[in-house]
């Protein structure tokens, strides 16, 4: 496995060893030992599975208050999506930056999504299976969610016209959304 920066330090992408021969692959997609190596010492306690039929779902952006905040590791398993995390620690250097990142079942590639930053992926193919560890569980009253659209944030999403969840559509404006990261 090896590490790959990206333009905020504490969002890294995770590029596993692959082993490929004629009958087909093989990776560790997760191994503990192999992350604390790495410098990631979260430990995961929960799997996360989705499956979005369309091209163009769009799910997030996503975030869970402090003292409920997660950790959460993410891979394609089937399709494609373009995978944003923004930074929501208001005290942060890079408060209200984002990164995006093609995630796919053929890149095999997982991005780490840190405590104090929202998350959301718009899928680029039908029929996409997103698979996430966290290593915090759900809590409904912690659960809280960033436009897709904020114009202030100005995410370079691959869709102007997302397929949305209900929820997903009545989230303020990170100027206007709950937050409590340092």
Request: aromatic letters at 10%; a negative charge.
């Amino acid at each position: 496995m090896k590490i790959l920066t990206t333009k905020i330090q504490s969002v890294i992408i995770i590029e596993p060893a692959v082993f490929e021969d004629h009958r087909g692959f093989f990776m560790e997609s997760y191994n503990g030992k192999m992350f604390q190596e790495l410098g990631i010492e979260n430990i995961f306690i929960q799997d996360n599975h989705s499956l979005s039929v369309e091209t163009g779902v769009l799910r997030g952006l996503h975030y869970q208050l402090n003292p409920q905040a997660q950790t959460k590791l993410v891979r394609v398993t089937a399709g494609a999506i373009y995978d944003v995390v923004v930074d929501i620690r208001q005290k942060s250097p890079t408060f209200g930056q984002w990164v995006g990142v093609i995630l796919s079942a053929a890149n095999k590639r997982q991005l780490l999504v840190p405590q104090g930053f929202a998350h959301g992926f718009c899928t680029l193919v039908p029929n996409t299976e997103v698979l996430y560890k966290v290593d915090g569980y759900y809590s409904p009253e912690h659960d809280r969610g960033i436009a897709w659209n904020d114009p202030a944030l100005a995410i370079d999403w691959p869709t102007t016209t997302p397929i949305l969840s209900h929820k997903d559509t009545k989230y303020p404006v990170l100027a206007d959304a709950e937050t409590n990261f340092e």
